[in-house]
């Protein structure tokens, strides 16, 4: 059983610090490298939970869906950091939701703003798109991410809970497995 905690935030901030970075557009040569650098970030410790996993259909069903709201820190020709987001409406509500899916930062750049000004940028982009609310969410014990969003100005954490079953050993599993091949 794993909890998840959901902030939601309509309040924005701002604040940056000293790094020579450029936060830009997604291009289709940064998939790589976004890749990458996720693999190092989302591994099984940090992402408990099953129901979102890292991989690379992630980060291209995101470039191909919602281009405009993936984003990228440059630091001196190389990939420190991503943002990807997208935006969900709901039937029978006026309200727009922006949704930060993935944030990630080189550990070798953490803690120097980075994340902020992706985070900053991001939520520019949902403003001109006319959200009323964003939201995120992370492991319950992820504690930098937690600070982070919470300096940010998201409150309200929802406390979730996963669970899981396993149905190997289920006797239509076992049944399934011992069937011979056609
Ligand atoms: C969460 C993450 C994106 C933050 O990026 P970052 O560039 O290091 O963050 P910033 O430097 O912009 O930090 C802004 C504020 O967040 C808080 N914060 C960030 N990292 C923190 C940490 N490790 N511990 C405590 N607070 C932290 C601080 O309040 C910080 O402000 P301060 O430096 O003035 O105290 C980064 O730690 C990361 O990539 N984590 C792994 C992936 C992840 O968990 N993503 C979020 C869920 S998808």
């Known amino acids: 059983m794993n909890t998840q905690s959901t902030y939601i935030t309509d309040k924005p901030q701002t604040r940056s610090k000293k790094l020579d970075i450029k936060i830009r557009e997604m291009e289709i040569d940064d998939l790589a490298p976004v890749f990458h650098l996720g693999e190092t970030l989302f591994d099984s410790d940090t992402l408990p939970t099953m129901y979102r996993t890292w991989d690379d259909y992630e980060v291209t069903g995101f470039f191909n869906e919602d281009p405009e709201f993936c ?32 944030l990630g930062v080189d550990p070798a750049f953490q803690k120097q703003g980075v994340g902020e000004k992706l985070y900053l940028r ?37 406390e979730q809970i996963y669970m899981t079953l396993n149905l190997d050993n289920h006797r239509k599993s076992k049944s399934r497995k011992t069937k011979p091949a056609k």
């Open 71 to 102: 984003l990228v820190a440059e630091h001196k020709d190389r990939i420190i950091g991503f943002a990807l987001g997208t935006i969900i409406i709901k039937s029978r509500s006026a309200w727009k939701y922006g949704y930060l899916i993935w």
């Open 122 to 158: 991001f939520q520019d982009l949902m403003i001109a798109e006319g959200v009323r609310m964003l939201m995120m969410d992370t492991s319950a014990n992820d504690i930098a991410a937690l600070k982070f969003f919470k300096k940010l100005g998201f409150n309200q954490p929802h």
